[in-house]
DNA sequence: CGCCAAATTATTTTT
DNA sequence: TAATTTGGCG
């Protein structure tokens, strides 16, 4: 392996890939060539006879992490089954996997996401008698999650969720199940308590490298400090400019923790940008440079100015939507582009939903990602929820969630009397069934035991099946129809038979990716346990980028990709700064700037956007208004598009005429 | 006591 | 628009 680390990049570039030990602080501004120069940094590595298995490199998204490895092994033309890229999530649940015992929990504890978090609050909201009315479980969810994670303590507005919130903390602990924010902060406590994890950890993971350090939390910064305090080969690269994610927790001062807590580190500015016009760079400098609170940078590109980016006002959504498909054909053709180079960014997912009707009409391909993801659907989670009975029986939320789906004839009444039967016996819900099926004195009626017993024996039918040597999928395969969950779909959806095949589609989908996953040789642990684990890490399924189709997502699914033409569709206040945040402060503000920054960077040749006259909003059609935003930009480098939408006759003529003379060549 | 149908309400971004 | 909640019926 010869890496020719000097030719093959600059000399920022270099130093920044060459420099192995020591903590290294990377600015690195938007396109200029920081996963190139991540992967080489890693190759380096390995090339100097560091063993793979002492790396660890953090990403923000399982997709990137997938992305490194996958681009380190092409490099490096070597397997590389011990390089330990993952997410923070993910790494964290590695570590309970095997670790968590330490703390009283089993190790075949489940991952709640977000719905099953919410869905956890509200049933505790409603044993503890609080009328749900009052409540907001979203800001429960994110208020829980702050307290967690140190963000923040009670307050005197706050502290009246105190008693829910100790109360989900025990029942939580009390189902064997753990949620994202356990999953950064119980290996910090595995660290804390026990010395001998932290030092076999330290010992392993000996070069540790974060990638989209700015939109790290400060747990997650605790959890890295901890690691590589004592080796301090630690590398974290970031652009305080595209940090979009401060309401997840993300905190860009991590930069500032970073220098205070690793003195006489390397600082390493990677400013020339590769990837976009000067118009394009000019217009993003220009935008970025309104936010106070950013280190001061200037991104500079050696290329030419390009075209102009161009502004257009549709009437509303509908003619926005075909404005920017009938562009897209006609770019394709004029300039010989496939419709993957094309990248149409929102700000919220349900602007993807109006496009998405109109690309499916002009039969335009495209993939969508992000969006309602696969896994949330809610025939998806019905299958997940039957599988995470089977592994954790102590799991009521997903017991809830399945006791009655399909039908059973336990309602209201007697899920109450089998509540109060679990409560006064301290059993998990499962537990309480079982029991019951068998007590023949228990307080319940002939009817509601017997389906108690079905139930019971039905599941531990299939648990028996599931941990014996047969293939998993084929038993979930023959529960689903087992259950006979087709005709639970029909009984829900009794008019609409297309839609029953959709969902049975879907499930079929789940079921063959994760046969699929079972029998990856691969695989070093197919075990239901790890499957559960990474889907409940995976919002979206993996889509490789898929040939010849337009890229249709939120912006902040875009980070880290690159487009040759980018539309930029609903450039309106309320929208883009949405309006939640032109509420709050300008701290929020700033942040939608930074993700108007994101967007814009996405292109490298071509910039369009829309910004729409009026647009329908919960069924009523209100009269917008332009984007603040764009008044940022430099006038000089924007150019209207007018009412050209139906291309003018002498452009269709002229068109026509190209494709002929094409043609007869 | 469960089920169905009508009313209601919620829409930022994601691991 | 679609999923969820509530109220009345069988």
Redesign the pocket.
Known sequence: MDLQLKSALNDKQYIAASTSSGPVLIIAGAGSGKTRMITYRIAHMLECGISQSNILALT???KAAKEMTERVRQLTGEKLPKLTTA????FGAAILRSEIHYLGYDDNFTIY??ADKISLI?NVVRELHIP??QIDL?ELDNLFSSIKTNRSGWSTETSRYKEIYEEYLLQIKAYNAVD?DDLIMLPIKLFEEVPALLRKYRERYQYIMVDEFQDTSLAQYRFVHLLSQEHRNICVVGDDDQS?YS??GANYENIVNFERDFPNFKEIRLEQNYRSTGNILQAANALISHNTKRKEKQLWTGTEKGRSIALFHPDDEDHESEFICTKIKELAFEQGLSYDDFGVLV????LLSSLEQTFIQNQLPYTIS?GKSFFSR?EIKDIIAYMRLLTNPDDNVNFLRII?TP?R??????LE?LRSYARSHELSLFSAVTKLSLDMNAPIKDR?RQMCCSFTEMIECYKTKLFSRQPMAKTIRALIGDIDYRGHLI?EHPDNERLVQWKMKNVDLFLQMFERWEKNPDNIHPNIYEYLNRIS?T??VETDKEQGKVNLM?I??SKGLEFDTVFLAGVEDHIIP?A??IQENEQ?LEEERRLFYVAITRAKRSLYMTSCKQRKV??ETIATVPSRFLEEIPQGLISHIDEEIETSDEEAADLFAQLRAKLAT
Do not use: C, P
């Open positions: 923000f998204t399982n997410t923070f999530h993910a996401d977000q509200k749900l009315e979203y994202f979009i309401w997840r700000r919220t997912n349900n992000g809610k009655n039908r004839g336990i309602g209201r009444v007697s009397s509601l009984s890490l919002s979206k939120t902040h699914a949405h939640r945040s929020s919960m069924r």
